[in-house]
């Protein structure tokens, strides 16, 4: 049996604009015998079109070409958010002053003279080479940190959505606050407190970190974006930052799954003396979605009725049961039995609100 192929990194790809067939010959025969690859182009609109088409790692501009010239080129291409980063080596048979300061302010990285030099063209596009690949490494990390730093909240799903949409230029993450319906969905260790009076503070951190484990794990497996952990208790958000039309039934889904995956771990700490529950509250309702905090700190997170109300049923629920407003299982078909119109602390009107043991 042969070892599978590895896959090759793909050739550093060189655009040769020049309109003159034997000079655009020669560049591209240097460029490929460096083994990189050589694609060409007759004037300024061809390498326009090229470059929008499928940019290439690194340009060679001709400046006088029929039509629209190199240093409009090489505008138009620094203009472009799509093409901006490119570098392009003008090449040029003007030597005078006014010519080079053009170039700069077309936005030209580099200069070649003609008649071209085959080891000072190698020489300045290895250089660029190396540069281009700099920068690709350093977007590459930046992706990667902006991945991990999304990975905390949401579930991979919608983190590799996330990352298409910023590839596209767009962001879920309005700068400016924004009213939203949500389904708020709250998770709380029963009697937590009083179990850690007796535990050692790093033993408290690892029963916590086995616990929010299993229950993020069990959000992400719906859908949901968590917004806060505070001390044992955790808050995550659907159809929040994404529309998700089904999201009373994903929060139902993803509260079940919570218990569910729990009960091991509340097993163990049964078994070590450490007996707890958790309750659960879900609720809908309008919140505002956005940045709030001050200038040193800031929290992306949610706030208005809907947490309120989720929060209060969180309070008041038994281990292990859920308590759910009237909307919220309407909304996600469900049944479960009838707690009557509850009074909530801080609100003027009571709450239909239902109760299920999970």
């Known amino acids: 049996m042969t070892a599978p192929?590895?896959?090759?990194?793909?050739?550093?790809?060189?655009?040769?604009?020049d309109d003159d067939p034997d000079m655009q010959r020669l560049l591209a025969l240097m460029i490929r015998a460096e083994g990189m690859?050589?694609?060409?182009?007759?004037?300024?609109?061809?390498?326009?079109t090229r470059a929008a088409a499928t940019p290439p790692d690194l340009i060679l501009l001709d400046v006088m070409l029929p039509g629209i010239d190199g240093f409009a080129v090489c505008e138009r291409l620094k203009r472009d958010a799509a093409t901006a980063m490119i570098p392009i080596v003008l090449i040029t048979g003007l030597e005078d002053r006014a010519s080079?300061?053009?170039?700069?302010?077309?936005?030209?990285?580099?200069?070649?003279?003609k008649p071209v030099q085959r080891e000072e063209l190698l020489a300045r596009v290895q250089t660029l080479?190396?540069?281009?690949?700099?920068?690709?490494?350093?977007e590459e990390n930046r992706k990667e940190t902006l991945r991990k730093t999304f990975d905390r909240y949401l579930s991979p799903r919608l983190v590799g959505s996330i990352m298409a949409d910023l590839?596209?230029?767009?962001s879920p993450f309005e700068r400016t606050p924004q009213r939203v319906a949500v389904v708020v969905l709250f998770a709380d260790l029963r009697g937590f407190t009083r179990l850690t009076e007796r535990t050692q503070v790093d033993g408290v951190v690892a029963l916590l970190n086995e616990y929010f484990e299993v229950l993020t794990e069990a959000a992400y497996r719906h859908d949901g974006t968590i917004f806060n952990m505070a001390g044992d208790n955790l808050l995550v958000g659907f159809n929040v930052p994404f529309a998700q039309p089904d999201a009373a039934v994903l929060a139902w889904r993803a509260a079940h799954d919570m218990a569910a995956s729990a009960r091991p771990v509340l097993e163990r700490w049964a078994a070590r003396g450490m007996a707890t529950g958790v309750g659960f509250g879900i609720a809908a309702g309008d919140a505002i979605l956005g940045n709030i905090g001050s200038p040193h700190y800031m929290n992306y997170t949610i706030i208005g009725d809907a947490v309120n109300v989720a929060a209060r049923l969180v309070e008041l629920a038994q281990p292990g049961e859920l308590l759910v407003s009237g909307a919220v299982l309407k909304a996600a078909g469900q049944k479960a039995a009838g707690r009557g119109m509850l009074p909530l602390r801080g609100r003027s009107e009571p709450v239909d609100v239902y109760s299920v043991m999970l």
Not at 5 to 17: E, G, T
Not at 167 to 170: A, C, D, Q
Request: proline share 2%.
């Open 5 to 17: 192929d590895r896959v090759s990194a793909p050739k550093f790809r060189v655009l040769v604009v």
């Open 37 to 48: 690859q050589a694609d060409t182009a007759d004037d300024g609109d061809a390498a326009l």
């Open 100 to 113: 080079r300061v053009r170039g700069i302010r077309a936005g030209a990285d580099d200069f070649l003279s």
């Open 129 to 138: 080479r190396r540069l281009h690949e700099t920068r690709r490494e350093l």
């Open 167 to 170: 590839e596209s230029g767009i």
